[in-house]
């Protein structure tokens, strides 16, 4: 019986006509038809053009025959991780095993291995020797080339060498998968899909490799880490369509990896027709009994209104995966959708979010990148905006009018993020005043990040001065509103560049803000971002200066207590922080401490061996602040819910 899904097994394949699928989709998720998840849009995609496509969501790896469900495809197997890298799905920065996995029926760990391409593609190449495997999604797209790995801690390969597939499809692939599609349908063989922008082939012919970039071989990177640093720049600053240059890497002197320039950005009619395609826009029937999957409640009743982001923040791995060009879908056509939404069971009138990597950025950050590119070596905001900048908000304020007025639509909400200081450098308040009286929901969260500006500057964030003068200009809106709203700042401890000094100048702005953020975004060094090459070579990549970074685990844990440092487990790894950091004076009974000493010790030390977290007489700190000092709770007394930061959403 067809149910409007793709087929996952046999019987919903022959109740499609199908005999022999082009392709098997091996993914380390659960299907779910939803264009918030990548194999649902690859899929479709491939279908929109003729292809037929059996879907093969997270294959037990230890079985060889799990692969072998739909028998051999005519074109190929394409393998992905999933809408996360296996890894960071599996584990938390501490490298501790998660207990639940959001994209798995029920919620469940475990139904997926560690470098789950990798294992997924070995599996295949145990039956199929010679059947094409073409990896992507964000796993194979951000290892794409050779990589510093955060729970080895070791430089790997290619991930196309250790995967045995034969061709990446990285960034988004809608343009590079059909094109692959289309090659291997005329009869081309995979080894001779060399062409294709936005993927990345292996060859051991060095003559083939023309009008290219070589970067350090793998044995370099091996023995040197500025090597790396000096590799990994290189690959920055040719990730833009328009100018990228193509590059290779050379392994035992026999074998090349090249990674050919990114795919050209999609148009605003082909971003339309993407979102248009006939997604069920939820998880596949048969995950029903074990109470589904978990992860489209984030997504079920949001609005993708735009990809890429020109932020640029050092600790993100959009300009590796999405690009820095920004691309839009037409108002038509997320009406449209939202015209399906709020007929969906469950919708009670709220569209939970109407955004992307950045919600209030519905352009290109100036006119010149949609036929010349971004600028290399440059960004748009960063260290001050760029002036060809164009900071309008004109165009998402109209698009959030429009979704306000529909029929059933009581709320529309933002909760992908917005640039604050892109916000800020907008002369008309309008959006401002729209986003208060319409659009926030008690709290808005924003991503500061930091307030050293000597982090920030590593960051690639602006300085602590515009922060302030967005809270300020937040508080004197709401207060013309007569609204009480609070801004939720996140922030992020051991990010390259922040010795305790740093983290001590963080706490104490946490002290004065009256805020305490029950959860902590300790920096992770996934792949293929700025702050992971400082984080591994110790070096900053554009500038080959020295950055000091905190590795060993005890020194993140003392600079991730200091954020949380009215919490009575922290307060011996903040007291031992303090004392490092020479900054004693936080301890003692005046307002501007951090913390009391131990029962009987001196006024401006820990010492003795009392209860953590008591004062001298016994008792608990006072938590000072706001109405949103306690931080657990909103200040409308509702439990605070954690949102999904860039980092994790690409």
Request: glycine share 8%; with cysteine; net charge positive.
């Amino acid at each position: 019986m067809d149910n409007g899904f793709l087929p996952v097994n046999k019987e919903e394949m022959r109740a499609q006509g199908i005999s022999r699928p082009d392709f098997v989709y091996v993914c380390g998720d659960a299907y779910v038809d939803h264009p918030s998840f990548g194999h649902a849009i690859i899929s479709r995609v491939l279908a929109a053009h003729g292809y037929t496509v059996c879907m093969l969501p997270q294959p037990d790896w230890r079985d060889k025959d799990s692969v072998t469900v739909f028998g051999e495809p005519r074109l190929g197997f394409l393998v992905t991780a999933g809408n996360m890298d296996s890894m960071v799905n599996h584990y938390s920065v501490s490298k501790k095993r998660r207990a639940n996995d959001a994209f798995t029926p029920g919620g469940v760990m475990g139904k997926r291995p560690d470098y789950a391409t990798i294992a997924y593609c070995n599996l295949i190449r145990r039956t199929y020797k010679q059947t094409p495997v073409i990896i992507g999604g964000i796993e194979a797209s951000l290892r794409r080339l050779a990589h510093y790995d955060y729970w080895s801690d070791k430089m790997k390969r290619s991930i196309l060498l250790d995967s045995g597939a034969d061709l990446i499809s990285y960034g988004m692939g809608e343009r590079s998968i059909v094109e692959i599609a289309d090659a291997l349908n005329s009869g081309l063989a995979v080894r001779d899909i060399t062409f294709v922008d936005g993927t990345v082939y292996k060859t051991r012919k060095r003559e083939d490799i023309y009008d290219a970039i070589e970067l350090p071989h793998y044995e370099a990177l091996l023995a040197d880490k500025k090597e790396y640093a000096k590799s990994f720049y290189t690959q920055y600053c040719n990730t833009d369509p328009f100018t990228a240059k193509r590059l290779f890497e050379t392994y035992d002197g026999k074998m090349f990896v090249v990674q050919n320039p990114p795919a050209k950005p999609l148009t605003e009619r082909e971003m339309d027709q993407v979102y248009a395609l006939p997604y069920q826009r939820t998880y596949h029937p048969s995950y029903e009994a074990a109470g589904g999957v978990p992860a489209i409640a984030e997504v079920k009743f949001s609005l993708v209104s735009s990809r890429g982001c020109y932020g640029g923040c050092s600790f993100c791995a959009l300009t590796f995966h999405q690009g820095r060009i920004v691309q839009v879908r037409s108002h038509e056509s997320i009406l449209a959708e939202a015209g399906k939404l709020v007929w969906e069971p469950g919708f009670k009138g709220y569209i939970h979010d109407v955004g992307g990597p950045t919600a209030n950025f519905r352009a290109p950050a100036c006119e010149k990148q949609l036929t010349k590119g971004v600028c290399t070596g440059r960004q748009c905001l960063f260290p001050k905006p760029c002036e060809n900048l164009i900071v309008d908000h004109s165009d998402y304020l109209a698009l959030l009018r429009k979704l306000r007025g529909l029929a059933n639509v009581k709320k529309v909400f933002i909760r992908s993020g917005i640039r604050f200081d892109y916000l800020m450098y907008d002369r008309d308040e309008t959006f401002l005043e729209e986003l208060c009286r319409h659009h926030v929901s008690g709290q808005l969260k924003v991503a500061p990040e930091h307030i050293s500006d000597a982090v920030l500057a590593k960051m690639g964030k602006p300085g602590v001065k515009v922060y302030r003068k967005f809270e300020e200009a937040y508080r004197r809106m709401n207060e013309r509103l007569g609204k009480k709203q609070y801004l939720v700042p996140y922030l992020m401890s051991s990010h390259p560049g922040s010795t305790l000094k740093e983290a001590v100048e963080l706490a104490e702005f946490i002290r004065d803000s009256g805020y305490m953020p029950e959860q902590v975004q300790d920096f992770y060094p996934t792949p293929s971002t700025i702050s992971t090459c400082m984080y591994y070579t110790g070096l900053d990549p554009r500038t080959m200066e020295p950055v000091y970074t905190a590795v060993s685990p005890h020194e993140k844990a003392m600079q991730r207590a200091l954020i949380q440092y009215r919490n009575p487990k922290n307060y011996d790894l903040v007291c031992e922080a303090l004392e490092k950091a020479g900054r004693t004076d936080l301890i003692g009974y005046d307002r501007k401490c951090l913390i009391r000493p131990r029962k009987g010790a001196k006024r401006s030390a820990c010492g003795g061996s009392a209860y953590p977290g008591t004062s001298g007489n016994g008792e608990t700190p006072v938590r000072r602040g706001g109405p949103a000092a306690d931080g657990r709770k909103r200040a409308d007394g509702k439990k605070e819910i954690g949102r999904a930061s860039c980092r994790e959403r690409v």
